[in-house]
C-alpha cells in the first residue's frame, strides 16, 4: 500500500517532470485519497519576478466557478427557493434573451445543463461593482441571439451561468461574491481566494504566462525588468500576460476573475466525496441534491467510444468521474473527483498547455487508486473519406466570439478555418499576443458529423451540422458552442 508520504513523493516527482516537460511556469497539485491529502508545486507564479509557487499560491480557476455556482442554485433548491423545472422567470422576471417566446420557457434546469438555446459567450464588460449581474442581465443577456428551442441542444452557455448568478443574488439578497463566501466559501474552510486583481494582490497570486509576438516597443517596454535586457520577450516566447484579469468582471458566476488555491480548489471536490458535508460537519448540500449534481442529464458528443454527459454544473466524460476545467489566455485548470472511490484532484497552472500537464499527472492517478481508465480516442477517420455534396455544409458560420468558414477544395475535402472575432480576439492582444487562426481538414464519421484533424494527423474532436433548412444546408455547426450559419 502507498503510504502519504510516497504518494507525496511521487505527484511531486510527476509535476516536477511534466512542468519541464510541456513548458508550464507554474503550477500547483492538491490530490485527496480518503482522508488523506498531498500537495506538490512546480516552478514560479511569475517568471518575470520568479516568485516561487506555494501551496497557498492563488491562481485563477475561470470555468470551474460553474461548479461552485451550480451548487449555490442546488442550496437554494434544498432550501425550497427555488424550483429545477420551473422557468427562470419565475424566480427572476427580469429575465428574457433577444426572443421573447423562447425566453418564457428556460428553465433552471436548463441553464444549469447549458440547454438554454441562447449566445453564451457574452464578453463585453458592462460594470465591476457589486450591480455586475444585475446590469449583465438586463443589457447582455436580453440581446442574446436564440439559436435553438431550450432544452433541444447543449451548447456551452457562460451567459446561462451568468443568469445563475444573479438568481443567486436576488434570492439570497447578497451580491454574488458575498454569497459564495457566506454559503460554500467560508464553511468549506476556503480562506486563500481573490474576486479582482486588488484582492490578488492580498496573496501570492500567479499571472497568466503567453507566448509574446514582437508587435514593436510596447512590447519591448513591457518585458523589461530590473535585471537588463536579457528578460525583453521576443515573437513567440512564453511570457507572463500584461494584464492579471484577462476577462471584464461582468460575470463572476461562470468564471472570470476568481482565483484560489489548489487546497481551496481541491474543498470544493471533497464536498461531494462526503454527500454535502463540510469539514465542519454541517450538511452544506443535501446528499440528494449533491447525488443529483452527479447525475447524466445531457448527453454530450466526444471524440471516443465512452458515453460522456453535462450533469448539473459537472462534466461526466467518463464513466465514474465527474470533472470541471477551466481555461483562459495563459491558464488552465483542472478539477476532478472519483465519488465511489473517495479521491479527488485538482490542478492549477498559468499555462494554456497546462491543462496537457493536467491530464498527463491525473490520468495515471486515477487508474491506479480510482480503476478509473484514461479517455480513448477514437479512431481517425480515412482521408478517402468525402462527402457525395459539400454544399449543405460550406459557408459562414459565427458566435459572438469566432467566425468560422467551411470550405472545400479540388479534392473534396472539407475544411474549418476558425477565427477568434471581438472581444475573444481582444483578450489575446490585452494579454500581450496575437489571436490565432487555425485550419483543419473535416473527415466525415457518421451523417452530418466530421472529425476534426489536428495538425499532427489525429483525431482532436467532432463538429456536428444540424437543423438543414428546405434547401438542404445546414443552419448550424456544433462544436463545442453552436455557431448559425452567415452565409
Known sequence: MTTTTELRARIQDDLTRLGEQHGVPGAAVAFSLGTDVVEATHGVLNTRTGTAVTPDSLFQIQSITKVFTATLVMQLVDDGLVELDEPVRSFLPEFRTADEAASAKITVR?????????????????????????????????????????????????????????????????????????????????????????????????????????????????????????TVSHADELGPSREWALMPPSNPAAGNQLAMSARGLLALGQLFLSHGVAPTGQQLLSETSAAMMLRPEVPLRGVGSVPSYQSLGWALLRPGIAEHGGGAPGVATQLAIAPDRSVAAAVVTNADVGGRLARDLLDPLFAEFADIAPATTAPVPSPALRVADATPYTGRYATRQTESEVTHDADGRLWLAEEPVREGAAMYRTAGASPTATRNELRPIERDTFGIIGADGALSGTVDFVDPDRHGRFRLLAKGRVAERRS
Open 110 to 230: 436548463h441553464l444549469l445543463t447549458h440547454t438554454g438555446g441562447f449566445e453564451g459567450d457574452l464578453w463585453q464588460p458592462t460594470t465591476s461593482g457589486p450591480d455586475a449581474l444585475d446590469r449583465f442581465v438586463r443589457d447582455l443577456v436580453s440581446q442574446a441571439a436564440q439559436h435553438s428551442a431550450p432544452g433541444e441542444r447543449w451548447s456551452y452557455c457562460n451567459a446561462g451561468y451568468g443568469t445563475l448568478g444573479r438568481l443567486v443574488e436576488t434570492t439570497r439578497g447578497l451580491p454574488y461574491e458575498q454569497a459564495l463566501r457566506r454559503y460554500l466559501l467560508e464553511p468549506l474552510g476556503i480562506e486563500e481566494v481573490a474576486f479582482s486583481a486588488s484582492q490578488a494582490l492580498a496573496y501570492s497570486t500567479a499571472i497568466g504566462h503567453v507566448h509574446r509576438t514582437d508587435t514593436g516597443p510596447d512590447t519591448v517596454s513591457d518585458a523589461v525588468s530590473d535585471t537588463g535586457p536579457d
